[in-house]
């Protein structure tokens, strides 16, 4: 699944218990374990840095309340319609 991330996650380090079931809920697979460990001595989840969708099903899946913060996106705007001299919107073919 390539393309621009519609949503970014933060990962609160000192919450994370290194569990990894966002890791395997998350659709895209955008979550990892992180190579270093934690003051607590685990590998805490951590974001790839793309590809993320929003969803947030990682964050209801936490049993760790504070853990995860999902953030969506807001999408690009659209571009406006083309109007022509009369006011009429040009025709699409």
Known sequence: M????RGNIT????ECKGCGLCIESCPPKCLELAPELSHYGVHPARYTGCECTGCGICFYCCPE?????????????KAAPQV???GEHAATV
């Open 65 to 77: 309340p504070g853990a995860i913060t999902v953030y969506r996106l807001a999408p690009p705007p």
């Open 84 to 86: 022509q001299a009369g």
């Open 11 to 14: 990962i609160n380090a000192d």
């Open 2 to 5: 390539a393309g621009a991330a």
